[in-house]
């Protein structure tokens, strides 16, 4: 059974520091990761996507990297900005199946 | 192109009512999720559906839970007589395909929120 972990569960910063959220899954043989971000009460945004064949995407200040044989993915946040608070959710696709199997999230919250 | 839309955004009901839920993907999908967020949990994957067929229900609850996805129209997640439990957000998500070599993101809904009373 996919098991989905993201650490830290919270992380307070400053305005302008570049960060790290990380996170860890059971069972290697996936077929894609998403990072998705979730405001209060609202939706899920997706962020960015990464097939298994790849190791990093990215998107403006956002870089994810994906190392499929450790069971782990970072997703790098440089500059960072209070409209950047939000909780971020990593979710991975195993092979042969549709369904995500997400983590429990990390809760920002960038400080002016 | 529209988002995956979701309605209503928040629905009230009193336990052993039922609660109906939709949700419109986007423009030229076929392949619909649901998933849901119990307070203070994670998200938990329920059904995927293709145009009037369920192809993964592993997450669904065994009673009172029911989707559909029919030809024409929104996908509809239905529960019979609710219980408190059933209080949770419930998102939709929609993809274009499965497979690599496409589009195979998968876009969320803003979700609906299910108090029950």
């Known amino acids: 059974k996919q098991e989905v972990t993201q650490i830290p569960a919270a992380l307070s910063v400053p305005e302008g520091e570049n960060l790290v959220l990380n996170c860890s899954f059971t069972?290697?043989?996936?077929?894609?990761l998403q990072w998705f971000r979730q405001d209060p009460g609202k939706g899920l945004t997706s962020l960015l996507l990464?097939?298994?064949?790849?190791r990093e995407q990215t998107s403006g200040r956002l870089n994810a990297s994906l190392d499929k044989s450790s069971g782990r993915s970072t997703l790098y946040i440089a500059a960072s900005q209070p409209g950047d608070s939000a909780t971020y959710l990593c979710?991975?696709?195993?092979?042969?199946?549709?369904?995500?199997?997400f983590g429990t999230g990390t809760r920002l919250l960038v400080s002016p | 192109n529209a988002g995956v839309m979701q309605n209503p955004r928040h629905l009230v009901r009193r336990r052993g009512q039922e609660a109906r839920l939709r949700c419109s993907p986007m423009?030229?999908?076929?392949?619909v999720y649901w998933y849901r967020q119990l307070p203070e949990e994670g998200l938990k994957f329920m059904v995927y559906?293709?145009?009037?067929?369920?192809?993964?229900e592993s997450g669904m609850p065994k009673e009172r839970f029911s989707a559909e996805f029919p030809k024409e129209g929104p996908s509809i997640l239905r529960i019979q007589q609710v219980v408190r439990g059933d209080s949770a957000a419930y998102f939709c998500?929609?993809?274009?395909?499965?497979?690599?070599?496409?589009?195979?993101?998968?876009?969320f809904g803003p979700g609906t929120r299910l108090t029950v009373l």
């Open positions: 423009k030229g999908h076929s392949h």
């Open positions: 990464i097939q298994s064949s790849q």
């Open positions: 559906l293709q145009k009037e067929n369920i192809i993964d």
């Open positions: 998500a929609s993809s274009l395909t499965v497979t690599s070599g496409r589009d195979d993101t998968q876009y």
């Open positions: 069972d290697s043989a996936i077929y894609n």
């Open positions: 979710a991975v696709r195993r092979e042969g199946f549709q369904k995500l199997v």
